[in-house]
């Protein structure tokens, strides 16, 4: 038998951004090392990382989940009992974005692709199934408009993010060495203020 906790993540509070990939209400778990998994069970993980979508945008921004994909290398079953947010998305806050929606898919990306509820009892995954499991991105608070110029380049610098949502979404001009041009961020912020685009 294997037991394991996926990482969802927190949506963005005052002051702060959300938190990425976290173990959320199991306060007594960890995250479990690749290696741990496969030496305990017949599967192989083809993907562990955070989510490719950026994280929700606001003055202080959503976490963002995980993405992991295992391999299954022998005939099992599954239970889940999760929360994917099916409802709707974790709601954004003062102007925040909303984040996003997890999902559980069997064989992800192939003809007999799945999507599978959250709660699941005595799932049957054959020997090549892959199992994909993206956990949910948290949400943003306060005006996209007001995030930190200097977080919005360490955002882009980091990969969360591209230059053009920093500039569409959050008002930020990068330069290619990702760091604020601030003269042409000052002009941007005043239009996209102006004119309210593109960040919902």
Known sequence: MLIE???????A?????????IDNLMANTRNNPIEEMELSA?????????????PAAGRWRGGLGSVKRWRILAETSIGSTGDHRS???PCGLFGGANG????????PGRPD?????????????SAGDTLGIVGICGAGMGDPLERDPDAVAENVANGLIGHAEAESALGVVVGD???????????????V???KAGFR
């Open 5 to 11: 906790v996926n990482e969802g993540s927190c949506g």
């Open 42 to 54: 017949p599967v192989v993980c083809e993907r562990y990382e955070l989510r490719d979508e950026a």
């Open 100 to 107: 996003r929606a997890g999902t559980m898919i069997h064989n």
């Open 177 to 191: 060495d990702c760091t604020v041009n601030w003269l042409a961020n000052e002009v941007r912020r005043r239009r």
């Open 113 to 125: 692709e799945a999507n599978l509820s959250a709660k699941v009892s005595g799932y049957r995954l």
């Open 13 to 21: 509070r005052w002051g702060k951004d959300g938190i990425d990939a």
């Open 193 to 195: 203020n102006t004119g």
């Open 87 to 89: 409802g709707g998305p």
